[in-house]
């Protein structure tokens, strides 16, 4: 078995008094790409925002590790800092930050170190063609009047330019026409190998077709309730979710 | 002028030479007080509606109790020589709602305060107003929705339409007080002018002692769209028929808060009326 | 990465503004205010009849005014102790060398003389109520340009002053455009010709150093048709005890298809009462653009007002207000259409902390004689605590039914969903604040030269430190 990059144990997580997270546990090995499927409100969003530590999930029980270091009490630019990256389901819009200046301070943060103006700006070029984004977005200010296919490239050039060790996926692809999806699964492929690892929550087996998959998770009410080789997608999107449901309740 | 009086005013005062500080009315309006009071008690529903054909002055009293729930939908139909005021205040306490509906539709000078106190956590204010002017008449609005209790939510919409040589003045004020944190307000105002005689005066106010709050207003001020007119003539209808109809488009969302068929009717016909003369 | 500073800063270093020096003034008139007063400013300035005259009859229309009744509170403010007159020990010149040396090092830690020779056209400097400087490049000379202090002004140009001063900022127009009437001093004159386009901007600075004194200067702009020019304002003071006041007045000219910008910095101390008039008037086709950074005093009145007098003239203000701990910045703008197919873009951004409070303020008035005026208003509050206020106060006015009008307003504070994306991308949540309170004021920053942009950007850092975390 591989490295283990991020390790959950038992995680019981949520928001003020209602928790949505229930003795949740999974792990992801350094260069896999894992898959978590799962119904509608079964908590998979909320995973991926507690993973990245956001401020309104309170973690009350369990543990989360990133390269063997328990990170339950890092804060999110910490986490970021280490190597974990979440492409949003629906990026922020913030106006007056440009998206190469976002980048740039970004990249300074993760690297502590000083990133030269030119030869960033030349690598932020050449990957926007790689995306088939108009260089001009990149002094556009971030998600401001993107379209939602924009708003996703966007995420996936900060995944290439950043270059974490795992990077959350959550729903890249949702929202997007054909020749979107193939271009983010193209970078997600250009992006994934040996030495990182990703976890994508995803309705659509496109964004998968130029990765292997190693391992699907399903997520129900707030637990890992299955796990499988890829043959679970398949599975999955001709039976649906109501055989495991009842599974489970049986 | 000698024979006036001062109604209402703005919660925040700003420059005299715009006249927008002060609500002034006809002096000796408010001598006879016509007085409601309306309590609506703990987790209680009521629906009143105030249908006025007569001009004076009108107060009402209002106090929504937690949990408790009040529809309360103003028709103003007052004869067009007369004068009318009305004054409402309402309280609203901790999780209760207040649907208010108003048409000011009437009368040849309308002044009308409006307060809303927000005062319950999570309590809920949704006020929607239609004004109409023609002819000479004078229409004075100053609603006020304060937000004092947390999580309150607050939304005023007030559509009007203006020709002939109306002046109206509407203000509307939303005020997030210091503790209201997790509030929301909204105001929108719009307004169609069909003449121009007309005089229009919009003060949408956005006070604020707090920073947890999402606040947003916007005020459109303009004649009606060529591009839906166009659309309307081009099926046959001529530029008043046309006019008439998106004004009613324009109406239809608060008229529509109005479930007493009747009474909407006869608003229905009353405006009707009033454009084809306009 | 800078060291993180927790402590909350309970009044902000301005070091680099508040260095003040010694008062080396050689002349101050009593404080208060008498016609002797006035009579005595008027004499040791050397002004013609007629400007002795209008300064007598604007001190009886001020005794006439009261005190504004909207607005920020003026109790504070005591005329009796406001020295209206200080003239520094130095004559005006055209040389830094001749400026004497503790009024030439302020203006060089402000980084005046180092802008004019890289970036500007010409510059003024005014030390309390006098100007001490002032210089024009040669070649706009030539080519017939005019700018000067009002003084010099006054005496070489008497015909026009005479024809344009205080005519759209009358006397009687407040209180203290009436006293700017009775003790103004100092400001700028600029005249372009026609079809003369100024290609550096020009800028005049304003520094207030005496203590309990005010200061009036009057800038007078007139640009002629199809001519255009850039002015830019600075002004700053360093931190007294006693309070300051400020009522200086700008009189904006824009002829036929002329277009001027006006762009100031404001950064007074905060024991000034930065009471300020502006106004412009635009002739046919004609662009007045104002932006206006107000950052410094205790309490500030401006509303720039631009009155679009002519066929399709235009108005664009951008504006941005920070206020602070102790301040009552009362900012916006107004707009008077006056003719058809006027236009006006007003962009404001306000942000409060640390129990300041900012006021947009602002009045849009259309007239019968101004059928297809267009005009759109959009303004964001940022608050940054609920120690703060925040305001929103607009009036529209408008006659007539082919005007299309629109306005929109925004209140609230930073989301904290915006801060968790910055730092899931590795930024710390102090610079995550720091990069959205900048990115809140850019369509502003944007407008401004480099070098006042950053300016501004340091100012705003300026007061976001010790604020967050």
Same mark, same amino acid.
């Given at each position: 078995?591989?490295?283990?990059?991020?390790?959950?144990?038992?995680?019981?997580?949520?928001?003020?008094?209602?928790?949505?997270?229930?003795?949740?546990?999974?792990?992801?090995? /350094?260069?896999?790409?894992?898959?978590?499927?799962?119904?509608?409100?079964?908590?998979?969003?909320?995973?991926?925002?507690?993973?990245?530590?956001?401020?309104?999930?309170?973690?009350?029980?369990?543990?989360?590790?990133?390269?063997?270091?328990?990170?339950?009490?890092?804060?999110?630019?910490?986490?970021?800092?280490?190597?974990?990256?979440?492409?949003?389901?629906?990026?922020?819009?913030?106006?007056?930050?440009?998206?190469?200046?976002?980048?740039?301070?970004?990249?300074?943060?993760?690297?502590?170190?000083?990133?030269?103006?030119? @030869?960033?700006? /030349?690598?932020?070029?050449?990957?926007?063609?790689?995306?088939?984004?108009?260089?001009?977005?990149?002094?556009?200010?971030?998600?401001?009047?993107?379209?939602?296919?924009?708003?996703?490239?966007?995420?996936?050039?900060?995944?290439?330019?950043?270059? @974490?060790?795992?990077?959350?996926?959550?729903?890249?692809?949702?929202?997007?026409?054909?020749?979107?999806?193939?271009?983010?699964?193209?970078?997600?492929?250009?992006?994934?190998?040996?030495?990182?690892?990703?976890?994508?929550?995803?309705?659509?087996?496109?964004?998968?077709?130029?990765?292997?998959?190693?391992?699907?998770?399903?997520?129900?009410?707030?637990?890992?309730?299955?796990?499988?080789?890829?043959?679970?997608?398949?599975?999955?999107?001709?039976?649906?979710?109501?055989?495991?449901?009842?599974?489970?309740?049986? | 002028?000698?024979?006036?009086?001062?109604?209402?005013?703005?919660?925040?005062?700003?420059?005299?030479?715009?006249?927008?500080?002060?609500?002034?009315? @006809?002096?000796?309006?408010?001598?006879?007080?016509?007085?409601?009071?309306?309590?609506?008690?703990?987790?209680?529903?009521?629906?009143?509606?105030?249908?006025?054909?007569? !001009?004076?002055?009108?107060?009402?009293?209002?106090?929504?109790?937690?949990?408790?729930?009040?529809?309360?939908?103003?028709?103003?139909?007052?004869?067009?020589?007369?004068?009318?005021?009305?004054?409402?205040?309402?309280?609203?306490? /901790?999780?209760?709602?207040?649907?208010?509906?108003?048409?000011?539709?009437?009368?040849?000078?309308?002044?009308?305060?409006?307060?809303?106190?927000?005062?319950?956590?999570?309590?809920?204010?949704?006020?929607?107003?239609?004004?109409?002017?023609?002819?000479?008449?004078?229409?004075?609005?100053?609603?006020?929705?304060?937000?004092?209790?947390?999580?309150?939510?607050?939304?005023?919409?007030?559509?009007?339409?203006?020709?002939?040589?109306?002046?109206?003045?509407?203000?509307?004020?939303?005020?997030?007080?210091?503790?209201?944190?997790?509030?929301?307000?909204?105001?929108?105002?719009?307004?169609?002018?069909?003449?121009?005689?007309?005089?229009?005066?919009?003060?949408?106010?956005?006070?604020?002692?707090?920073?947890?709050?999402?606040?947003?207003?916007?005020?459109?001020?303009?004649?009606?769209?060529?591009?839906?007119?166009?659309?309307?003539?081009?099926?046959?209808?001529?530029?008043?028929?046309?006019?008439?109809?998106?004004?009613?488009?324009?109406?239809?969302?608060?008229?529509?808060?109005?479930?007493?068929?009747?009474?909407?009717?006869?608003?229905?016909?009353?405006?009707?009326?009033?454009?084809?003369?306009? | 990465?800078?060291?993180?500073?927790?402590?909350?800063?309970?009044?902000?270093?301005?070091?680099?503004?508040?260095?003040?020096?010694?008062?080396?003034?050689?002349?101050?008139?009593?404080?208060?205010?008498?016609?002797?007063?006035?009579?005595?400013?008027?004499?040791?300035?050397?002004?013609?009849?007629?400007?002795?005259?209008?300064?007598?009859?604007?001190?009886?229309?001020?005794?006439?005014?009261?005190?504004?009744?909207?607005?920020?509170?003026?109790?504070?403010?005591?005329?009796?102790?406001?020295?209206?007159?200080?003239?520094?020990?130095?004559?005006?010149?055209?040389?830094?060398?001749?400026?004497?040396?503790?009024?030439?090092?302020?203006?060089?830690?402000?980084?005046?003389?180092?802008?004019?020779?890289?970036?500007?056209?010409?510059?003024?400097?005014?030390?309390?109520?006098?100007?001490?400087?002032?210089?024009?490049?040669?070649?706009?000379?030539?080519?017939?340009?005019?700018?000067?202090?009002?003084?010099?002004?006054?005496?070489?140009?008497?015909?026009?002053?005479?024809?344009?001063?205080?005519?759209?900022?009358?006397?009687?127009?407040?209180?203290?455009?009436?006293?700017?009437?009775?003790?103004?001093?100092?400001?700028?004159?600029?005249?372009?010709?026609?079809?003369? =386009?100024?290609?550096?901007?020009?800028?005049?600075?304003?520094?207030?150093?005496?203590?309990?004194?005010?200061?009036?200067?009057?800038?007078?702009?007139?640009?002629?048709?199809?001519?255009?020019?850039?002015?830019?304002?600075?002004?700053?003071?360093? /931190?007294?005890?006693?309070?300051?006041?400020?009522?200086?007045?700008?009189?904006?000219?824009?002829?036929?298809?002329?277009?001027?910008?006006?762009?100031?910095?404001?950064?007074?101390?905060?024991?000034?009462?930065?009471?300020?008039?502006?106004?412009?008037?635009?002739?046919?086709?004609?662009?007045?653009?104002?932006?206006?950074?107000?950052?410094?005093? =205790?309490?500030?009145?401006?509303?720039?007002?631009?009155?679009?007098?002519?066929?399709?003239?235009?108005?664009?203000?951008?504006?941005?207000?920070?206020?602070?701990?102790?301040?009552?910045?009362?900012? !916006?703008?107004?707009?008077? =259409?006056?003719?058809?197919?006027?236009?006006?873009?007003?962009?404001?951004?306000?942000?409060?902390?640390?129990?300041?409070?900012?006021?947009?303020?602002?009045?849009?008035?259309?007239?019968?004689?101004?059928?297809?005026?267009?005009?759109?208003?959009?303004?964001?509050?940022?608050?940054?605590?609920?120690?703060?206020?925040?305001?929103?106060?607009?009036?529209?006015?408008?006659?007539?039914?082919?005007?299309?009008?629109?306005?929109?307003?925004?209140?609230?504070?930073?989301?904290?969903?915006?801060?968790?994306?910055?730092?899931?991308?590795?930024?710390?949540?102090?610079?995550?604040?720091?990069?959205?309170?900048?990115?809140?004021?850019?369509?502003?920053?944007?407008?401004?030269?480099?070098?006042?942009?950053?300016?501004?950007?340091?100012?705003?850092?300026?007061?976001?430190?010790?604020?967050?975390?």
């Amino acid at each position: 078995m591989a490295e283990q990059l991020l390790e959950i144990k038992d995680l019981h997580a949520g928001v003020e008094d209602k928790e949505i997270l229930k003795g949740l546990s999974l792990s992801v090995g /350094k260069g896999e790409v894992h898959v978590i499927l799962g119904p509608n409100g079964s908590g998979k969003s909320t995973l991926m925002n507690i993973i990245m530590g956001h401020p309104k999930y309170t973690v009350t029980s369990g543990s989360m590790e990133f390269e063997g270091e328990d990170m339950t009490e890092m804060k999110t630019f910490e986490r970021s800092r280490k190597g974990l990256f979440l492409s949003f389901q629906t990026p922020e819009e913030i106006p007056g930050i440009t998206v190469e200046n976002m980048l740039r301070t970004a990249k300074q943060a993760i690297t502590g170190e000083k990133v030269k103006l030119l @030869p960033f700006r /030349k690598e932020l070029k050449a990957t926007m063609q790689e995306l088939k984004m108009d260089p001009e977005y990149a002094q556009r200010y971030l998600n401001v009047g993107f379209s939602g296919g924009e708003k996703k490239r966007t995420e996936i050039l900060q995944l290439l330019m950043l270059k @974490p060790k795992l990077a959350l996926l959550d729903e890249t692809d949702s929202g997007l026409d054909v020749d979107a999806v193939q271009i983010v699964s193209e970078g997600v492929a250009k992006f994934h190998n040996e030495e990182n690892s990703c976890l994508i929550i995803t309705h659509n087996t496109r964004i998968l077709e130029h990765l292997k998959v190693d391992k699907v998770h399903v997520l129900m009410n707030g637990q890992i309730v299955e796990e499988g080789g890829p043959e679970l997608i398949e599975d999955i999107n001709s039976r649906g979710f109501a055989h495991i449901r009842e599974e489970q309740e049986g | 002028m000698l024979n006036e009086e001062i109604f209402s005013a703005i919660p925040m005062r700003t420059w005299r030479w715009l006249k927008v500080n002060e609500v002034p009315v @006809p002096a000796g309006l408010s001598e006879n007080v016509q007085t409601e009071k309306i309590l609506v008690e703990t987790g209680e529903s009521k629906s009143i509606v105030l249908d006025r054909r007569e !001009g004076g002055a009108l107060e009402v009293q209002a106090h929504i109790a937690d949990g408790g729930e009040l529809n309360l939908i103003y028709a103003q139909l007052v004869g067009e020589e007369q004068a009318a005021t009305s004054r409402i205040k309402v309280y609203v306490g /901790k999780g209760a709602k207040f649907n208010y509906t108003t048409v000011e539709a009437g009368a040849k000078h309308t002044a009308a305060e409006l307060t809303v106190d927000m005062a319950g956590d999570d309590s809920f204010a949704d006020v929607w107003g239609l004004y109409f002017g023609d002819g000479g008449r004078k229409i004075d609005l100053n609603y006020i929705i304060r937000q004092q209790g947390k999580r309150t939510d607050a939304n005023m919409q007030v559509r009007g339409a203006l020709l002939g040589g109306a002046e109206k003045t509407f203000r509307g004020t939303l005020d997030f007080l210091e503790g209201s944190k997790g509030s929301v307000g909204r105001e929108d105002e719009e307004v169609m002018v069909l003449s121009d005689h007309v005089q229009n005066r919009s003060v949408p106010i956005m006070l604020s002692h707090e920073d947890d709050v999402d606040g947003h207003h916007a005020v459109s001020i303009g004649k009606m769209d060529e591009e839906k007119l166009f659309y309307l003539m081009s099926r046959g209808l001529d530029l008043a028929e046309a006019q008439k109809l998106v004004v009613e488009a324009n109406f239809q969302p608060v008229l529509d808060r109005i479930d007493n068929d009747e009474l909407k009717a006869e608003i229905d016909a009353y405006l009707q009326r009033r454009l084809s003369n306009g | 990465m800078a060291e993180k500073k927790k402590t909350y800063v309970e009044d902000i270093e301005r070091t680099l503004y508040d260095i003040k020096n010694e008062d080396h003034s050689v002349y101050k008139s009593h404080s208060g205010l008498t016609p002797e007063i006035v009579r005595d400013i008027s004499k040791r300035k050397n002004d013609p009849e007629w400007m002795t005259e209008f300064r007598l009859k604007s001190l009886e229309v001020y005794n006439s005014l009261e005190l504004p009744t909207w607005g920020p509170s003026l109790e504070e403010l005591n005329m009796d102790d406001i020295v209206t007159y200080v003239q520094p020990d130095a004559k005006m010149t055209g040389s830094w060398e001749e400026v004497p040396e503790d009024i030439k090092d302020t203006f060089d830690r402000l980084g005046i003389p180092e802008a004019e020779k890289t970036s500007l056209g010409g510059v003024g400097a005014q030390y309390d109520s006098e100007v001490v400087y002032h210089s024009i490049q040669e070649d706009m000379v030539k080519q017939g340009v005019i700018y000067t202090d009002m003084e010099t002004a006054l005496v070489e140009h008497e015909d026009i002053v005479k024809e344009y001063f205080m005519t759209l900022v009358p006397p009687k127009d407040h209180k203290f455009a009436a006293l700017h009437g009775a003790v103004w001093s100092g400001g700028s004159f600029v005249y372009v010709p026609e079809g003369v =386009h100024v290609e550096m901007p020009l800028q005049s600075y304003f520094r207030l150093n005496a203590a309990g004194a005010g200061q009036f200067e009057h800038t007078l702009i007139i640009v002629e048709k199809n001519a255009s020019l850039h002015f830019i304002e600075g002004c700053s003071a360093p /931190k007294h005890n006693v309070t300051n006041l400020h009522a200086g007045c700008v009189e904006l000219f824009v002829k036929e298809g002329a277009r001027l910008r006006y762009s100031t910095i404001e950064n007074w101390s905060r024991n000034m009462m930065n009471l300020n008039t502006k106004r412009a008037l635009v002739e046919k086709d004609g662009i007045i653009e104002w932006v206006s950074g107000s950052f410094g005093s =205790h309490i500030s009145c401006l509303y720039p007002c631009s009155v679009l007098h002519g066929e399709n003239a235009r108005c664009e203000f951008t504006g941005v207000t920070f206020a602070s701990k102790g301040q009552n910045l009362d900012t !916006g703008a107004s707009v008077i =259409h006056a003719a058809p197919h006027t236009s006006a873009n007003i962009n404001t951004r306000t942000i409060s902390k640390a129990g300041g409070k900012a006021t947009y303020r602002s009045a849009v008035k259309v007239t019968k004689n101004a059928p297809f005026a267009k005009c759109s208003v959009n303004c964001e509050s940022l608050m940054l605590d609920n120690l703060s206020r925040s305001d929103t106060l607009p009036v529209m006015d408008i006659e007539g039914d082919e005007a299309d009008i629109g306005h929109e307003a925004k209140i609230g504070r930073i989301s904290d969903e915006a801060i968790f994306y910055l730092t899931s991308r590795g930024i710390d949540e102090e610079e995550a604040r720091a990069m959205i309170v900048r990115g809140f004021v850019e369509p502003i920053a944007k407008e401004l030269p480099l070098e006042y942009a950053l300016e501004m950007n340091n100012l705003v850092n300026i007061e976001l430190e010790g604020t967050m975390g």
